[in-house]
């Protein structure tokens, strides 16, 4: 069974610029989530869909972040502009009927 | 709200030692609780997890955890470190078995030769 797949997986951007991560969970998934994971720190919920539904972004940044998954498939998760503090490791999961969280391995992004 | 405390950022153990890697929580509700794993520059991979049914819980790699209800913890356990288990581990809880996961801050196991 594929593991969930992230691209790019490193990305470095001048602050104020636009990024675009995506993320393809694993087959039949309805549940997808986008983290962030600062240096040092565990990693905290940006949103979760179930389907192509938004289930909670209360945490998610919207004056900047933003995140679609249209087809209930794959998702893309957008900065525009990008701050420094937004220098982070930014991983997807998915989850199934269990309920347990797979995660890709994550983009790096560097905001100089 | 729910929380999770993760007591000491670095633990250093002997290979052949036992690992105790702490982990306190707080929910409203009856907790799912998990533990996951993190190589440098992988994500994170599930060790076990904890849904009311046993309190004792194995997973991979040798490890297992405890739940007490009491003591509100969920301590990670192993009783023979190998250098391969220096990564950092992170606990985690969910209120349902399908609402994102709270994380701790994270514990860095070291294993020395």
């Known amino acids: 069974e594929a593991g969930v797949a992230q691209s790019p997986r490193y990305k470095i951007i001048e602050k104020r610029q636009s990024v675009a991560f995506w993320c393809n969970p694993i087959?039949?998934?309805?549940?997808l989530y986008w983290y962030q994971q600062i240096l040092g720190q565990g990693p905290k919920l940006l949103i979760q869909f179930q389907n192509n539904g938004v289930v909670d972004d209360s945490q998610l940044p919207k004056d900047r972040f933003s995140a679609e998954r249209l087809k209930g498939v794959d998702s893309t998760l957008k900065i525009q502009p990008a701050k420094l503090e937004d220098s982070a490791v930014y991983l997807c999961a998915s989850s199934g009927e269990t309920g347990v969280g797979f995660f890709g391995p994550g983009t790096r992004l560097t905001v100089l | 709200a729910q929380s999770v405390t993760q007591l000491g950022s670095h633990v250093s153990v002997s290979e052949g030692a036992l690992v105790l890697l702490r982990c306190n929580y707080s929910s409203s509700v009856p907790p799912y609780l998990f533990w996951y794993v993190q190589y440098p520059n992988q994500g994170l991979q599930l060790l076990l997890k904890y849904t009311s049914a046993a309190t004792l819980v194995k997973g991979i790699n040798g490890f297992e955890a405890e739940f007490k209800k009491s003591e509100t913890s969920f301590h990670l356990t192993k009783p023979s470190a190998h250098m391969s288990d220096a990564a950092e581990y992170f606990c985690a809880v969910s209120e349902t078995g399908r609402r994102a996961l709270t994380f701790g801050s994270g514990t860095r196991l070291q294993v020395q030769p």
């Open positions: 087959s039949g998934h309805a549940t």
